[in-house]
Every structure is written in C-alpha cells, then in structure tokens.
C-alpha cells in the first residue's frame, strides 16, 4: 500500500523493504523547477543529495502512536519530519532560525528551497502532488509511517480550508 504512492516517481524514486521499514531512495530532486517566487533567497542552491543505500528513508511500515506525542510547534525544528512521494523530503514550518520560512518569503511556487547543506525540501506540504497521485492517494509520509494527504479525498474538498 504505502509502495503504491511513490509509484508515479519510479525509476527516479526507488523502494525496498523489509518486514519493518519501507526505503526510499532518491536524489531529493523534484521533477518541477526550484527557487522560483522566493523574495528572500538565503543564497543557496538545490543540488542532488545521496538517500540511497545506508542513507535511504526509512518509514515504519506499522506506524504507532506515541504515548509521549510532541508537537511540530514546539519540536522538531532542524531536519525532515516527512518524505513527499516524490522524494523531496519535509521540514517543518520553521526555517534554522525559528521564523517562518513561508511569511518571510523564502519558499519558491511549490513551498520548498534549498537549505544550508544545499538540499531541496520542502517547508509546507507539497499539495502540488494530489495532480499527479490522485485524490485518494498521500502526497507524503510523515517519518513516524502515518500518510500526508493533500486538501481533497475522495472528491471533497477538505471544508476547514476552503470556507
């Protein structure tokens, strides 16, 4: 199941598994342009990045919940929190300083730049993905295994943000 999302990437988006993780393997570039729309560039460019072998993505494939949940607003500010199905990975709202990288302009068109280690990844979700995946299908897989979806499943729109 959790296979079937990344499909519409292959080859460029590789998977393994065991009978614990699924593997994601890629360059963590993504097939749209990059650093379009950003206001406040921080001078750095998406180059290819090695998550393959040893450094693959690893997703639990029998997510748990915690008994302890910490939450993004408070957590997990440096490094990926998600994979998107296209191999870019997720960071959460907050750039290395804390602020914002939506409100102070340093996202392109898709929500994503490249950061310090010249890495592209993505600050807000890829929505972009729900065109090529479908409605029924996650755009993204947090890292603890549950599924991202975008703003319309199963043909309804998600009414919290379309009022």
Do not use: C
């Amino acid at each position: 199941e959790r296979a079937g999302a990344f499909a519409p990437f292959f080859p460029k988006v590789r998977l393994r598994w065991d009978g614990t993780w699924l593997y994601v393997e890629s360059n963590g570039m993504p097939d749209h342009g990059m650093m379009a729309g950003i206001t406040n560039w921080q001078q750095q460019i998406g180059i290819p990045q090695n998550y393959y072998g040893d450094n693959a993505w690893q997703i639990p494939l029998s997510p748990q919940l915690s008994d302890n949940p910490v939450s993004t607003r408070d957590n997990l500010f440096r490094g990926a929190i998600a994979l998107a199905v296209n191999g870019v990975p997720i960071f959460n709202a907050p750039n290395n300083r804390g602020e914002d990288a939506f409100l102070i302009g340093e996202l392109d068109d898709w929500g994503g730049h490249a950061g310090r280690a010249d890495d592209y990844h993505y600050h807000a979700a890829p929505l972009h993905l729900q065109e090529i995946v479908g409605d029924d299908a996650p755009i993204a897989y947090a890292l603890d295994g549950y599924p991202i979806y975008g703003l319309v499943i199963n043909g309804l729109r998600d009414r919290r943000v379309s009022s």
